[in-house]
């Protein structure tokens, strides 16, 4: 607006003004649950509105619509959603798809296990198990697990012989022992061998789609996540353990094994990728419907932290810049705001409860005092008895020209009064 005329320029700042408070206005009505999409959208477009450069005459349009607090009020509150929020219960599940398949090949790889514990290495305990179909799956499952880096973990390509990969794709059909990486699974064919077919069907494994905190294998058949467990995923064959031992309360975030369909030179296969999985929450036996986090309110927790970063520090370079003088109260205020909104969002980051950071943007703690400050134009830094309380001070240059208005950092006096 710079050189269009100062009339001009105060008239569209003030129709500015008056569309930030409409739209606040509006977001306001959109405060309902089952309005929270529209409320997402129109906090979408305010803040495309307030990514502005700041002047010094916005100081009283920032403090009026409350913008630090509705920033990080917003930004909490998309936050607190992450985790999706249980609406209501689902329906009731008896069962899980292809459970009587998992459940049988889970008694065979509990067999395994123990054998596997028994021997003194991987090759002993293999030739004790047995060479068959369900043993060469479970000692992927068992190996891939257990080797920290992918190169030591003794599965190997069929067919461009590398072992650097944590990815398998293994062949279920085989009369032989079949492992492929990814890029000869997805490949054109050129690296198979001659024992693979094209009707096979393969079984992906791969250490980080979960291991399971009860076996100890990767796990291949609906992955079970606790919510409230860090870390701690279950196979099906453990989970319905930990359901009949009465150890299965949590919240879980259920990861369902899909069959992938043959397309293209690619073979049929089974995975528990969450990226291709049908992913739903599940407690006490009923399938729970959960809201899910958007991408769009992803967006708008990261553009409202940034707007109100850039609010923070216009006001502070503002306080401390020796050149406009003495800043005026409300700025002062401003800033204390600022500090005091930080203050209950690290103090919430501590205790690892966004909904009470949620709640104290709101309704700031009774037990906690508001930020003093105190507005002494024409004084100077230290009280008549010479203590200084260390707290924001608004001060017009002494005679002397020492103080200069700045947030000062003072040390205790001869009285010792530095609170």
Same mark, same amino acid.
């Given at each position: ?36 999409? &529209? ?54 599940? %008896? ?38 179909? %369900? ?56 690296? &198979? ?30 992955? $079970? ?14 989970? &319905? ?20 369909? %043959? ?16 992913? $739903? ?80 943007? &709101? ?57």
């Amino acid at each position: 607006m710079d050189g269009c005329g100062l009339e001009l320029e105060n008239g569209v700042r003030r129709s500015y003004h008056n569309l930030l408070a409409t739209i606040l206005d509006g977001i306001a009505v959109y405060s309902k649950p089952q309005t929270s999409d &529209r409320q997402t959208l129109v906090s979408t477009y305010l803040l495309h509105l307030l990514d502005c450069q700041w002047q010094d005459y916005d100081f009283t349009l920032i403090s009026d619509l409350q913008l630090p607090e509705f920033l990080i009020h917003s930004a909490v509150k998309s936050c607190s959603s992450e985790q999706g929020t249980t609406l209501e219960k689902g329906e009731r599940l %008896e069962t899980f798809e292809h459970e009587d398949e998992m459940m049988q090949l889970y008694v065979l790889q509990m067999a395994y296990l123990e054998k596997w514990k028994a021997e003194a290495s991987p090759e002993a305990a293999l030739e004790a198990i047995g060479d068959t179909k %369900e043993s060469r799956l479970f000692f992927v499952c068992k190996m891939a697990a257990s080797s920290p880096q992918p190169e030591t973990s003794g599965i190997t390509c069929a067919g461009c012989s590398t072992s650097d990969t944590h990815e398998w794709y293994h062949d279920l059909d085989c009369s032989e022992r079949l492992d492929l990486c990814k890029t000869c699974f997805f490949g054109n064919g050129d690296n &198979r061998p001659g024992t693979y077919s094209t009707e096979h069907r393969f079984q992906a494994i791969d250490r980080q789609f979960g291991t399971c905190a009860g076996c100890g294998l990767v796990i291949i058949s609906h992955r $079970f996540k606790s919510q409230t467990r860090k870390d701690h995923s279950l196979c099906l064959g453990c989970f &319905r353990k930990e359901e009949a031992q009465g150890h299965a309360g949590d919240s879980w975030l259920v990861y369902s094994i899909t069959e992938q369909p %043959e397309k293209g030179q690619t073979n049929k296969y089974f995975t528990t990728d969450p990226a291709c999985c049908v992913a $739903f929450a599940y407690k006490d036996g009923f399938k729970q419907t959960v809201e899910s986090r958007s991408d769009l309110s992803v967006y708008n927790t990261r553009h409202a932290w940034t707007l109100f970063s850039s609010i923070c520090l216009f006001v502070a370079t503002h306080v401390n810049n020796s050149q406009t003088g003495a800043p005026s109260r409300s700025t002062g205020l401003l800033l204390a705001q600022c500090i005091q909104l930080l203050g209950y969002m690290l103090k919430a980051a501590l205790v690892g409860r966004l909904e009470d950071a949620e709640k104290s943007t &709101r309704e700031p703690p009774k037990d906690e005092k508001k930020a003093d400050i105190v507005a002494t134009e024409g004084a100077s830094p230290t009280s008549a008895g010479g203590a200084h309380d260390g707290k924001i001070v608004e001060a017009t240059p002494s005679a002397g020209g020492a103080h200069d208005g700045k947030i000062v950092e003072a040390t205790p006096s001869a009285g010792g009064a530095h609170d």
